[in-house]
């Protein structure tokens, strides 16, 4: 016959779940301090880490859990470029219609895959965190149907291009952009687009958002470690190699692939 747990037991059970508690929301204190300067974040925003908060032990578990959390790894996810198992991932919040997050992708997000991706260094993972409303949310279920026909980056990249808003983010739009990103199949593209799948997908990303207190875009997680905005390459640069370095000294990420 099983026996109830013992009074020591319940407290230490107690006492861990309070310790989750108080790591989510400091996390989330520390992603909204990073980001309080708006939407749609100035590009000279300062990261959300410091030196000093760099040799903070608690702090580094901190962001170590919260990239656990955050960094799916899942084979064949058409929202990311890079190896499974690469050593630092790096996790995008944006929206269509947000500037800054198209001067990441034209500038940034470039050089970034040349020097850390294509190296091995670095994984991207993308996640829809619409903030600017049902046209933000049409394109997000877009580029979602143009990635289960493996088009996402395609499509993605041709958004961003230039600045979209309203209008320029129409069905009709949506359906001429993907068709010359390399879709194929639209009749499928236009059901996927309008699929609970598609809702769903886009449900997991703003969720995930918003119960780690992003607030604006583009918001970016580094190995667990904020970073707001559209900062200039050499912040991105330094934060993924100081992520690298750290990633020697812990268990490796599991899995390979792409």
């Avoid at 230490?12 to 508690?21: F, H, T």
């Avoid at 040349?114 to 600017?132: C, Q, S």
């Avoid at 933000?136 to 279920?141: D, I, L, P, Q, V």
């Avoid at 088009?151 to 949506?174: P, V």
Wanted: glycine share 8%.
């Amino acid at each position: 016959m099983p026996t109830s747990a013992s009074p020591a037991r319940k407290l230490a059970a107690l006492g861990a779940v309070l310790a989750l508690v108080v790591a989510v929301i400091a996390i989330g204190v520390a992603i909204a301090k990073s980001t309080q300067s708006g939407r749609d974040t100035d590009p000279g925003a300062a990261p959300a880490s410091s030196p000093e908060a760099e040799k903070d032990p608690a702090q580094q578990k901190m962001f170590d859990d919260l990239a656990k959390r955050t960094s799916r790894r899942a084979d064949g996810d058409p929202l990311a470029v890079g190896k499974k198992n690469a050593p630092v991932v790096l996790v995008e919040y944006a929206d269509y219609q947000c500037s800054f997050c198209g001067r990441f992708t034209r500038e940034t997000q470039p050089e970034l895959i040349k020097k850390y991706v294509d190296a091995g260094t670095l994984r991207i993972e993308f996640r829809n965190f619409t903030v600017f409303g049902a046209d933000s949310e049409r394109a997000a279920r877009a580029s979602w149907a143009a990635g289960r026909q493996g088009r996402f980056w395609q499509l993605h990249d041709a958004l961003y291009a230039k600045t979209r808003k309203g209008a320029a983010l129409a069905e009709d739009k949506l359906v001429g952009l993907a068709r010359s990103s390399g879709v194929d199949d639209i009749d499928r593209f236009r059901a996927d687009m309008k699929s609970a799948d598609a809702e769903k997908a886009l449900k997991k990303d703003q969720d995930e958002g918003y119960q780690l207190g992003v607030q604006s875009t583009p918001s970016f997680l580094i190995n667990g470690r904020p970073v707001a905005g559209a900062q200039p390459l050499a912040v991105f640069s330094q934060a993924i190699e100081e992520a690298a370095r750290t990633a020697k000294h812990q268990p490796a990420a599991e899995g390979g692939g792409k």
